[in-house]
């Protein structure tokens, strides 16, 4: 299994990823968060079309209830993992809305929860 | 149409697809997963089949006089996976695996009694790690005096 | 501008298996925009995951995220943990595993196309497409222990072997399932009111395919040959001559197709795997415990399903992320509802075979 991965700035994410993402040679898989000492790491991860398991990861790391950008105009399923994210992790997504699992005044960011 | 024909005469003799359930039993197939046996003569109590178990049906409690397991099963918890008889390790096997399901029951108290259980059991190994703790203290107090 | 009202597709339904709920915006019945609403039976099981229960026991929680593709996840979660604990997996294990999750892709097609037969009215085709998968339910409980939740796969391999008596009664029971299937395949190619009439109707485009990330049957009726069988090495599908299976039209009927001949192609690869089982032992021994990262991806019956672990030396984990094929799925369905009849809405959602209960755990 070969595994790429790249650490990239908040800032930069939508000018990378469209340029890096041809829908003929990589497929989109799923969009990540950890929480860890205080700080929330994101990633993207994409695998190539027809290859044997060769995977490219981005990630960023950001301080919590940072506002991050949204990629749902250029990969349209981004909209569902975005919206998981900040119903159970508080990762603030510009454009997403609370609700889509828990109730709107329900448990607040879950898997923030340490054992 | 000839074909609808033949069909609908076969049909009319063949035998039902259902059983006649309350008058007959359902079939059981003899490679079924069941209840788990104990056999108490050949344990070794070593606790390692409760750290396994995943929804937490077996239990040991300890007796505060003279520190003995005592063997609690719950099989309307158990989820049959056959961890524990794998886990038992190979001069014990004292677990095995049966084809009985675990039978219905109305006893209203079940989930209290349980629940009780539980408790019991992670007190009285507290409890009994602190007697043993202090009776090693009091027996190794009265030597040094003497020396 | 002329007036449009809202529909709801209501959280119970009669041809819906599990609650989702739709809100259509139509204009004289024909649909132009929708809501979709999932996530009623949210149970945090990623939380249990790293909190309750140690990794030994996670296997066994997270069988029990679906009915219906319970070992797929078994399966993705064992291999990704022995991928961080650098275990050799016996290579007869490793047959037994691809033989059991090919038997769940069989019952699950099954009642897809029963449930297909039902919408279009065609009850009598539904009791006896369920009384041909009894063959495959019994053919599991002889071989696991039981129907439907079979705890077969444990870390380091599987838990129970085949003996020569079971293998002998699966071999015939699989030949008296291939006359089934091909007398049913003969119907669903043939008759009109049962799959003939939805061509043309619910169609998901070669292109809104690509942008969508569409996973699963429903990309490859539309053309897109993307199967994780053909890209992952962790089970051994490359040695039995693996063949994945397109159409080109994108519609209900092309769908419908695809599910019957993956059937077959299942059927096919079990014989072979039954013909060219090795011997050994059926599992090897753990110690120690899981450190590091890790990826996986398996092919479950409704498209790709994917884990991501992170573990760091102790009995609990750090963190365990889900991602199931119908959620994925979820914005390329709503690109394929809109433009049609309200009214063919309940046979296009049996269609995409919708599993809830993975799309939120």
Redesign the interface.
């Known amino acids: 299994?070969k595994?790429a991965k790249e650490p990239i700035n908040i800032e930069d994410i939508r000018a990378k990823i469209t340029e890096f993402y041809d829908?003929?040679i990589w497929?989109?898989?799923?969009i990540?968060g950890?929480f860890?000492n205080d700080e929330l790491e994101i990633?993207w991860?994409f695998?190539k079309?027809?290859?044997?398991?060769e995977?490219k990861?981005f990630y960023a790391k950001v301080p919590e209830n940072y506002l991050l950008p949204s990629l749902s105009d250029i990969?349209?399923?981004a909209?569902?993992?975005e919206g998981e994210l900040r119903d159970?992790l508080g990762a603030n997504f510009e454009g997403s809305v609370k609700g889509?699992?828990?109730e709107v005044d329900g448990l607040e960011n879950?898997?923030r929860?340490k054992? | 149409m000839t074909n609808s024909i033949l069909n609908a005469i076969k049909n009319l003799f063949s035998k039902p697809a259902t059983i006649d359930y309350p008058f007959e039993k359902s079939p059981k197939n003899k490679e079924a997963r069941g209840i788990i046996l104990f056999e108490e003569e050949s344990c070794i109590w070593c606790l390692k089949c409760e750290d396994v178990c995943p929804p937490g049906a077996i239990l040991f409690t300890q007796n505060r006089e003279n520190f003995e397991y005592t063997y609690h099963y719950n099989p309307y918890l158990c989820i049959y996976c056959s961890e524990c008889v794998r886990a038992c390790p190979d001069k014990a096997r004292a677990l095995s695996q049966c084809d009985e399901l675990s039978p219905p029951s109305d006893d209203k108290n079940m989930n209290d009694k349980w629940f009780a259980l539980e408790k019991e059991a992670l007190s009285s190994k507290d409890e009994c790690k602190e007697l043993k703790k202090t009776k090693r203290e009091n027996s190794d107090v009265p030597q040094q005096s003497t020396e | 501008m002329s007036k449009t009202i809202n529909i709801p597709l209501g959280s119970q339904h009669i041809a819906l298996l599990e609650p989702v709920r739709f809100s259509f915006e139509c204009e004289n019945e024909k649909i132009i925009g929708v809501e979709a609403d999932?996530?009623y039976v949210?149970r945090?099981v990623?939380?249990a995951c790293?909190?309750k229960f140690k990794f030994k026991q996670v296997g066994y929680v997270v069988a029990r995220v679906c009915g219906l593709c319970a070992i797929i996840h078994s399966t993705c979660y064992t291999l990704a943990v022995e991928?961080l604990m650098e275990l050799e997996v016996p290579k007869k294990a490793s047959y037994l595993r691809l033989i059991a999750n090919e038997l769940d892709r069989v019952h699950s097609h099954l009642l897809c196309l029963s449930h297909t037969a039902e919408n279009a009215g065609f009850e009598a085709l539904f009791m006896r497409t369920m009384k041909d998968r009894e063959l495959v339910m019994e053919t599991q409980e002889a071989m696991t222990g039981n129907r439907v939740q079979f705890d077969y796969v444990s870390i380091g391999g599987v838990n129970k072997d085949i003996s020569v008596e079971i293998e002998g009664s699966m071999r015939s029971k699989l030949a008296l399932l291939k006359q089934k299937v091909a007398e049913i395949e003969e119907l669903f190619l043939n008759n009109w009111s049962l799959s003939l009439k939805y061509k043309g109707v619910g169609v998901i485009t070669k292109e809104s395919a690509?942008?969508?990330?569409v996973l699963g049957p429903l990309a490859r009726a539309s053309g897109v040959d993307?199967d994780v069988r053909?890209?992952?090495?962790y089970l051994p599908y490359a040695e039995l001559g693996f063949k994945s299976i397109v159409m080109q039209d994108g519609d209900i009927h092309a769908r419908n197709i695809v599910r019957l001949k993956e059937i077959f192609e299942s059927i096919r690869l079990i014989e072979a795997a039954l013909d060219g089982m090795p011997d050994g032992d059926i599992a090897s021994k753990v110690r120690g415990t899981p450190e590091g990262e890790s990826?996986m991806?398996v092919e479950a019956p409704r498209g790709?399903c994917?884990y991501?672990l992170?573990a760091s030396k102790g009995q609990?984990l750090?963190?365990v992320?889900i991602?199931t094929p119908t959620?994925?799925s979820?914005?390329?369905m709503i690109e394929a509802l809109k433009g049609q009849n309200y009214a063919d809405v309940a046979a296009i959602v049996a269609s995409f075979d919708p599993c809830l209960s993975c799309t939120?755990r």
Request: glycine share 8%.
């Open positions: 299994m595994l829908s003929s497929h989109f898989v799923c990540n950890l860890e990633q991860s695998t079309i027809g290859a044997k398991d995977w990861v990969l349209p399923t909209k569902m993992y159970l889509m699992f828990i879950p898997l929860i054992r | 999932v996530g949210h945090g990623e939380l790293t909190t991928e690509y942008r969508c990330s993307f053909n890209e992952s090495d990826y991806r790709e994917f991501y992170k609990y750090d963190r992320r991602k959620f994925g979820v914005p390329g939120a």
